[in-house]
């Protein structure tokens, strides 16, 4: 978004006086800053000196006309957003606006709350874009910092990616802690892509995911005949990160007879497959990590102190997705064009209300959670932008067991009701959950707010209408200069 100390910068263009006057005042009664031009050359002039976030122009001007200005313009200042504005509207000259990259055609007479509706939709999309185009730029910076795909530009994680850095290039057994989800294998990876040992292989294997009976032959191999249905020889992993580096995911998971052969694979160097006799030296860089806290799991008889010590030579923890909130927006704009590039979906940005609720996110399940949260948007998203109701229901910031007050999730509908009570209800349902937000509430219904109070025959002040009033034009509405 804009910083608060500077506001945007709205471009008035237009050569009747008049009608820049009118508009100069209900801008700048917005809070918005101001420039005015009343010809299509002054203009293009102002964008290259100015680099205003939106232009307001009139279509039909002597000399450049708004049509000639618009491309002008998206030529010098592509995050500039036009809004287009005649008398002499056509569903032909709109289509034609909007192809060339308008962001919205107004007709005259202008109403004082259509424009300035319009204008600061303008003012977000362009705020999205420059977010957006900021945040690219800031993972382009982190990319060559050697961060092995552990994004980010917080304390915390920039702290662990430097231990990580510091120790990669020697031998020394690095132990991973941290929930799950905050990128373990990745740290385990920018250890090895930074250590000495980059050429050769990087071999994981995830312990709790593996049968006990099986994770022995797949760490240590086997040869021929060592068991029923051994009928081959067959490497085991330590074999296969001759050279390189193992991985061992979730190693407190391990069996304590497991973990005695591991102590005795880091004490000797030696690797012997399951019925073999004749045990081989490896050189292998270790590579361990744990969503557990083994000095508890030591203290409980779960897990061996004398490994623990082998594997807690340096130890690094990675901190979750909660402490290191100001990530949130570098990570979701890099997974946003990585799956619209996966999926074909031309998606390019968040909302800011979708931006903030994955900002505000719990976050239990961390980056792995986010991921998969910002790949379902991006799926299901019906627009160029995420928006909020793009998002999982449970990061929308609303409880999925109940509404605000306690109520159901769902809304039971007597047979009979007519649809237009069906809309009604389920209308008033969901502003209640939503604690009366208009906005919000048509997002969810994918509805524009207007219809909303069309529907519940209520005019934009909240007064009840009678049946067949329409909402009066206020002193909103009013044309804001003479034609």
């Not at 471009?11 to 917005?30: M, Q, Y």
């Not at 976030?53 to 995050?79: C, E, F, W």
């Not at 945040?135 to 795909?149: I, M, T």
């Not at 709790?208 to 068991?227: D, M, V």
Request: hydrophobic fraction near 45%.
């Amino acid at each position: 978004m804009y910083a608060a100390a500077v506001s945007p910068l709205v471009l008035i263009v237009d050569d009747e006086p008049s009608n820049l006057e009118s508009l100069e005042r209900i801008f700048a009664r917005e809070g918005w800053r101001v420039a005015l031009a009343s010809s299509g050359a002054e203009a293009l002039e102002a964008v290259r000196r100015e680099q205003p976030a939106v232009v307001v122009t009139d279509l039909m001007m002597p000399g450049m006309g708004g049509d000639s200005l618009l491309r002008a313009i998206k030529a010098v200042a592509s995050g500039t957003e036009v809004v287009l504005v005649t008398a002499h509207g056509t569903v032909e000259s709109a289509v034609a606006a909007m192809k060339d990259g308008a962001y919205d055609f107004i007709l005259k007479p202008l109403k004082r709350q259509a424009v300035v509706k319009s204008v600061r939709q303008a003012l977000e999309k362009a705020s999205l874009v420059a977010e957006n185009r900021a945040l690219k730029a800031r993972l382009a910076e982190l990319a060559p910092q050697g961060s092995g795909g552990l994004l980010g530009a917080s304390r915390p994680l920039l702290a662990a990616i430097e231990t990580l850095r510091q120790t990669a290039p020697t031998s020394a057994t690095v132990l991973l802690t941290g929930e799950s989800g905050t990128g373990k294998e990745l740290a385990a990876r920018l250890v090895h892509d930074l250590s000495p040992r980059a050429a050769g292989p990087f071999v994981p294997i995830h312990c709790a995911a593996i049968p006990e009976t099986i994770l022995e032959s797949e760490l240590f191999g086997y040869e021929k005949g060592a068991f029923t249905g051994a009928t081959a020889r067959k490497e085991g992993r330590f074999e296969r990160a001759d050279g390189g580096t193992l991985f061992l995911d979730e190693v407190g998971e391990m069996a304590p007879a497991l973990q005695v052969k591991l102590l005795r694979v880091l004490q000797d160097g030696m690797v012997e497959r399951l019925g073999g006799t004749a045990p081989r030296r490896i050189e292998v860089r270790l590579v361990a990590a744990t969503n557990k806290d083994l000095a508890v799991e030591v203290k409980a008889g779960r897990f061996r102190e004398d490994l623990f010590y082998r594997l807690d030579v340096v130890s690094v923890r990675l901190p979750s997705l909660r402490e290191r909130r100001d990530d949130v927006p570098l990570l979701a704009a890099a997974f946003l064009r990585r799956f619209a590039e996966q999926h074909g979906r031309a998606v390019t940005g968040f909302a800011p209300e979708a931006l903030a609720a994955l900002e505000a996110a719990p976050w239990p399940g961390n980056v792995r959670e986010l991921l998969h949260a910002v790949e379902r948007a991006v799926i299901l998203c019906r627009g160029e932008v995420i928006e909020l109701g793009d998002l999982p229901e449970a990061l929308r910031g609303g409880a999925p067991a109940s509404g605000p007050e306690g109520g159901p999730q769902s809304l039971t509908v007597p047979l009979g009701t007519t649809m237009e009570e069906i809309e009604r209800q389920v209308i008033r349902e969901t502003l209640r959950r939503t604690r009366g937000d208009k906005v919000l509430a048509a997002q969810l219904l994918g509805i524009a707010a207007r219809t909303i109070y069309r529907k519940l025959d209520r005019d934009e002040e909240g007064r009840l209408l009678a049946p067949g009033e329409t909402p009066p034009a206020g002193p909103d509405e009013e044309p804001v200069a003479p034609e």
